[in-house]
């Protein structure tokens, strides 16, 4: 079955360490996304690409970093620097962005704590 | 800016009740709308989403919105709650070909 999977399903953080959360897709879609969900803010979007080896910042990128080495994969590293990590974190993808209506196919996400 | 307002962050409703779900966008240009719905410890899935064309659009378990341009509304209805309806509700719009913006939810509550 075509999806995206992402792990570990909970991840805990210790002060100043970095954690890496994984997402793969195989879906062939260019397109992925990092979204962060906080408890009434909806969703906001950490990082995109829409290329390999390519991507872009969101409306919340800092403290976050991004790499995409592979169509497949699109991992997010938590750095030291988010101050306030703790969050459920949603990876994305999508067909290119063309027409606009894309429709998003999310993972099942995965529930970050601070220790 | 574009930006999407959801009104009423919780919703309840009887078994067999309307669901009426209220969104909100704001943009000068015409948008792509979305509904999206997220069961609990789980991922957005699509429900319904307006590009051009007809104003009624027709999503899955016999939701629809209404695009109504002269409101900016597209308002996710359903006549009849199910109990396996609970869940929360995203509206989210995109305009041109940029990012897509999500509005902050609503969890909508079914009551036997």
């Known amino acids: 079955d075509g999806g995206i999977t992402q792990s570990p399903k909970y991840l805990f953080r210790k002060e100043g360490q970095n954690v890496t959360l994984s997402c793969e897709q195989n879906l062939n879609h260019d397109a992925m996304y990092w979204y962060r969900q906080d408890p009434g803010q909806g969703l906001r979007l950490i990082y995109y690409s829409q290329i390999v080896n390519d991507f872009q910042k969101g409306d919340i990128a800092e403290g976050y970093s991004v790499s995409r080495e592979k169509k497949e994969s699109f991992p997010l590293t938590v750095t030291s620097a988010q101050k306030n990590p703790t969050a459920f974190y949603l990876c994305a993808s999508s067909t290119i962005v063309g027409s606009g209506g894309e429709k998003l196919f999310f993972g099942s996400g995965t529930q970050l704590s601070v220790l | 800016a574009q930006s999407v307002t959801q009104l009423g962050s919780h919703v309840s409703v009887s078994e067999g009740a309307l669901v009426l779900l209220r969104c909100n966008y704001s943009?000068?240009?015409?948008?792509?709308l979305f509904w999206y719905v997220q069961y609990p410890n789980q991922g957005l899935q699509l429900l319904l989403k307006?590009?051009?064309?007809?104003?009624l659009v027709k999503g899955i378990n016999g939701f629809e919105a209404e695009f109504k341009k002269s409101e900016t509304s597209f308002h996710l209805t359903k006549p009849s709650a199910h109990m396996s309806d609970a869940a929360e509700y995203f509206c989210?719009?995109?305009?041109?070909?940029?990012?897509?913006?999500f509005g902050t939810g609503t969890r909508l509550q079914v009551f036997p």
């Open positions: 989210a719009v995109r305009i041109n070909t940029d990012k897509l913006i």
């Open positions: 307006y590009t051009t064309g007809a104003t």
């Open positions: 943009s000068s240009v015409p948008p792509y």
